[in-house]
């Protein structure tokens, strides 16, 4: 984005204020992103150049001036943006609290196009135009904004390779997230909607899944929030009968996106799931060590090397080093290792004279649609 364009952060619960300010300064050369929430408004700010924040002061809820509390937040993040805040409460005070704050003005509603024209100036560029609306998590987890699509998991032998499972990696529809997945279930986080996000991409995986070869295994991410509430196992085995999918095909891969949590429900999830079949994967960015106890509660079936450990990790001597530490330490306690990130034949080379058993990576595909790999497993 070049100096003369614009990319405007609209922030308002009402949506129509939000839609009819987004059209009246829809112009080339601007870039308009519309979020109804501070939380979805700060995940926007750190993956969109905002040159211009408008947001209202106060939203829906007993928040207080959420808007004039995110402006701090906004300096740190984007210093350079200029900041107008709209507000039915347009005092004396409120003003010197905002400009303090870092506002550049503050308008009272109802206002005109030109009043804020004035305060945001006109950009020079022909580049067309473009609103993007960041729905809310409310509509997310109600709507159809999610896919599945599947990356597979091969066994590495000295004679070749074979596919023994697929990878669920979440897919957002529409062009609203440039951050991908990761900024949604970021956005959920802040909203306290992470186990209904987990769930729900579950479900979805479960859903779209059908068509995959029968002999080959599942993993599907949850982050360990989930596992503290009772939905998830049954959720799960509905889902899963639902989509004709035997129980022992499921592993679920915790993430670690957030902390784990130890209590009952969580406990009563891994018993009743590893009961019925269902198998663990630690996603381990390679510090297996820091989970020691988790590895003895989970009792994972899989230890996952990730990607920042597994790509080129023969051109590299840390690398090296904490995969093989980290194949030691699974083999002790009875899991298999899969090696994340691999984009190479000379890395494929370098995993087998490892002793490393499973791995994924471009090198072997992209994910796909279920549908692509629906045929029987190699």
């Known amino acids: 984005m070049t100096a003369t364009e614009q990319c405007i952060l609209l922030v308002d619960d009402d949506a129509a204020i939000t839609e009819g300010l987004s059209y009246s300064l829809e112009a080339a050369g ?18 969109f150049p905002v040159t211009h924040l408008v947001t209202d002061v106060q939203f829906t809820g007993d928040f207080g001036f959420e808007g004039l509390h995110f402006l701090g937040r906004v300096r740190t993040v984007a210093p350079q943006c200029r900041v107008v805040l709209m507000t039915g409460q347009a005092t004396d005070a409120l003003r010197r609290a905002a400009i ?18 004035a305060i945001i100036g006109r950009p020079e560029s022909t580049v067309p135009s473009e609103i993007i609306r960041i729905p809310s998590i409310d509509d997310i987890l109600a709507g159809d904004h999610l896919c599945a699509k599947f990356q597979p998991i091969v066994r590495l032998t000295p004679d070749g390779i074979s596919t023994v499972a697929f990878e669920a990696l979440m897919r957002v529809r529409g062009s609203w997230l440039p951050g991908g997945p990761a ?16 769930i729900l991409a579950m479900t979805r995986s479960f ?32 889902v899963a009968a639902r989509s004709g999918v035997a129980l022992d095909r499921v592993v679920l891969e915790i993430t670690e996106r957030s902390g784990f949590v130890d209590d009952k429900i969580a406990g009563a999830a891994f018993d009743a799931l590893r009961e019925a079949g269902v198998r663990f994967a630690l996603d381990d960015h390679g510090s297996a060590y820091s989970h020691l106890s988790q590895i003895n509660r989970i009792r994972p079936s899989f230890i996952k090397i990730s990607n920042t450990f597994g ?10 080093r904490i995969v093989r530490h980290t194949l ?5 306690f009875g899991c298999e290792t899969i090696l994340e990130g691999i984009e190479s034949g000379e890395t494929v080379r370098a995993a087998v004279d490892a002793g490393v058993p499973l791995a994924q990576g471009f090198h072997f595909s992209r994910a796909r649609a279920a549908s692509h790999w629906g045929q029987p497993a190699a």
Do not use: W
């Open 30 to 47: 601007r870039k308009i992103v519309i979020c109804s929430d501070v939380d979805a408004a700060e995940v926007a700010l750190s993956h």
């Open 100 to 117: 303090a704050n870092g506002a550049s003005a503050v308008l009272a509603k109802p206002f005109s196009t030109a009043e804020i024209e």
């Open 183 to 198: 900024m949604l279930f970021e956005y959920a986080q802040r909203r306290g909607k992470l186990a209904e996000l987990n």
């Open 207 to 238: 859903e779209e899944a059908t068509t995959l070869p029968t002999n080959a295994a599942i993993f599907i991410n949850i982050d360990p929030l989930t596992f503290t509430t009772p939905r998830l196992a049954s959720t799960l085995f509905e």
């Open 311 to 320: 790509t080129g990790f023969e051109q590299d001597e840390t690398k090296e």
């Open 328 to 332: 030691a330490l699974a083999r002790d």
